[in-house]
C-alpha cells in the first residue's frame, strides 16, 4: 500500500486557494480540510461555499482525506444538554458537508474536563460525573456510519480526557465501536498531555490507531517535558523510528503534518518549516518503503 502525506490545509497557506496550489506543487494529493477555507472553519461553510471549496479540490486532481471538526472539543462538565446543542445536533451540517467533498473520514475531538489535574483516570470520572458523554460519541459515530463516513476520534493537548495510553485504550473498550471508529495519534499533544512519545507507546495504540498525526518538538531541562517548538528532523522524541513502524505496520494510510507547538528558540528559523517537514517525512517514508 502506498503511504501518503498531507496535513492542514490552512499549513501551506491561510489562503485557501494559495493553499491548495501548494498542495499540487509539493506533489500531494489529498487534503485534512479544517479551517481557513474562504475565511472559515468547516462546519461553518454555506452550501455555495461547500460546493466551490470541492470543486477547487477537483478542479487541481486533489481529494479531500479528513474533514477535520472540533466537534466534542469542550468541558464535559458543562453537561449533556450542552454538549448535545452545541456538538450532536450540529453533526448533521458536517455530514452534509462530508456528502459533498466524500473525504475518506470526519474528525471528532476527545472532549475535556476542567478538572483534569484532579484525576488520573478519565473513565472513572466519565462514568461517575458525565455518564452520558460515551452514548452520545456512540450515537455521533453511528450517525457518521450510517452516511457512510468512518470516524477518527484525536487526542487534543489540553485538558484532554485521553492523556495516557491506557485511557485512550479504555475510551475506545467503551465505545465498543470496532469499524467504524477509530484513533487520531497525535503524537505531541499525547506529549503534551504527559505522556512522552516512544515506540512502546505508539505498539500499545497500534491496534486502534487509524490516522497518525506528526509533529516536532524538543524537551528542555526539566526532563521529558516538551518545551521548544521544532522541526521534525530535530525533535527530541524518536520520529524516524516511529514512522518506519507505521509504515511498516500500514496503521495509517495517509500521515498527516502538522504544526509544532511550543516556545520558539531565538536562533531558529522556522519561516521554511513546513517545507522542511515534508521534505525530511517524504524521506523517511521513502527509505522505508525501498
Not at 57 to 67: I, P
Not at 135 to 156: H, K, L, S
Not at 283 to 288: A, G, H, I, M, Q
Amino acid at each position: 500500500m502506498e503511504i501518503k502525506l498531507t496535513m492542514l490545509n490552512s499549513m501551506a497557506s491561510r489562503n485557501f486557494t494559495e493553499a491548495l496550489e501548494c498542495f499540487v506543487r509539493w506533489g500531494l494529493d489529498v487534503v485534512d480540510l479544517k479551517d481557513h477555507i474562504f475565511g472559515k472553519s468547516l462546519i461553518h461553510l454555506t452550501d455555495e461555499e461547500t460546493e466551490a471549496a470541492a470543486k477547487a479540490l477537483e478542479e487541481r486532481g486533489l481529494q479531500a482525506y479528513c474533514l477535520s471538526s472540533e466537534l466534542f472539543y469542550d468541558d464535559i462538565e458543562k453537561g449533556e444538554a450542552h454538549f448535545r446543542s452545541q456538538h450532536l445536533e450540529r453533526l448533521e451540517r458536517l455530514i452534509a458537508i462530508a456528502r459533498r467533498m466524500r473525504p475518506a473520514m470526519i474528525r471528532l475531538l476527545a472532549a475535556r474536563s476542567t478538572q483534569r489535574a484532579s484525576f488520573n483516570n478519565s473513565m472513572t470520572y466519565i462514568r461517575q460525573q458525565a455518564p452520558w458523554l460515551i452514548p452520545m460519541y456512540q450515537e455521533a459515530i453511528d450517525r457518521i456510519a450510517a452516511a457512510g463516513f468512518q470516524t477518527t476520534i484525536e487526542n487534543e493537548c489540553r485538558d484532554c480526557i485521553l492523556a495516557t495510553p491506557t485511557e485512550v485504550t479504555s475510551f475506545f473498550q467503551a465505545l465498543a465501536r470496532p469499524g467504524k471508529v477509530h484513533f487520531t495519534y497525535d503524537v505531541q499533544n499525547l506529549w503534551e498531555m504527559g505522556t512522552f512519545p516512544t515506540l512502546e507507546v505508539y505498539r500499545t495504540l497500534k491496534p486502534l490507531i487509524g490516522y497518525l498525526h506528526l509533529k516536532g518538538g524538543r524537551t528542555g531541562a526539566e526532563g521529558e517535558r516538551m518545551v521548544w517548538k521544532s522541526s521534525l528532523q530535530d525533535a527530541s522524541w524518536p520520529v524516524a523510528a516511529m514512522v518506519a513502524e507505521a509504515v511498516r505496520d500500514q496503521v495509517s494510510p495517509v500521515l498527516c503534518l502538522n504544526a509544532s507547538h511550543g516556545k520558539e528558540l531565538a536562533d531558529v528559523s522556522y519561516e521554511h518549516i513546513v517545507e522542511q517537514d515534508l521534505s525530511f517525512t517524504q524521506s523517511l517514508v521513502r527509505k522505508r518503503i525501498t
